[in-house]
């Protein structure tokens, strides 16, 4: 009788945050996963719960994301996160916003859809500020991409991707006659971007000890 493979083996999928392995060259290659790409018109985030995909929000402005934008599995944004904001901007009061680490992957390929893992160098980042919460937006070419893949750091990347990457985060989540205190406090290269990854892990080992 030809052998099947063990149904339990199937009946469920690895939650993208808790259940994806980063890779044993984390930070400098990160595995990711992607909630949205550039022709999504509405917003999508993943649920903390189930770790599906749930339409978060109709994009009420013509502002697309220019880049395939998620996160990172197994980081969390918290205190360590946190801590290094203050040390490099100086403010106080600046906490974790709590979620996984956010990335943007630069790539020359047109890739359709969410939902799904890619590996990803990054180069750089935004050091957002949210409020009172820290926000960073990890920059990051996919691997071996024909374009982007030689870029070393986000100097190398074209001026213009860059302004349309800003003008995104700093606008998606304002709303009709509200405008969110959203600011973009430094923009730094790879070396500050492993740094953020790694502390990101280190909030997501205290937070979640075992997992």
Known sequence: MKK?????????????????DLGSAAPDVVMTF???????TVKYEMDKISGYLRLDRPQRYSNVVPALYGFIPRTLTGAAVAKRTMERTGLTGIRGDGDAMDI????EKDIT???ILVQARPIGGFRMIDGNEADDKIIAVLYNDAVY???????DC??????RLKHYFLTYKDLPGEKRKVTIADIYDTDEAREVIRRSMEDY???FPGM
Not at 34 to 40: A, L, N, R, S
Not at 104 to 107: A, G
């Open 34 to 40: 992607v909630e949205m790409v550039p022709t999504d």
């Open 104 to 107: 943007c992957i630069l790539t």
């Open 4 to 20: 099947t493979r063990d149904a339990n083996c199937c009946r469920y999928r690895s939650h993208p945050w808790h259940g994806i």
């Open 113 to 115: 859809h969410g939902d």
């Open 205 to 207: 080992d205290q937070a």
């Open 149 to 155: 893949g030689a870029y070393a750091d986000i100097k």
């Open 158 to 163: 074209p001026p213009i991707a860059i302004e």
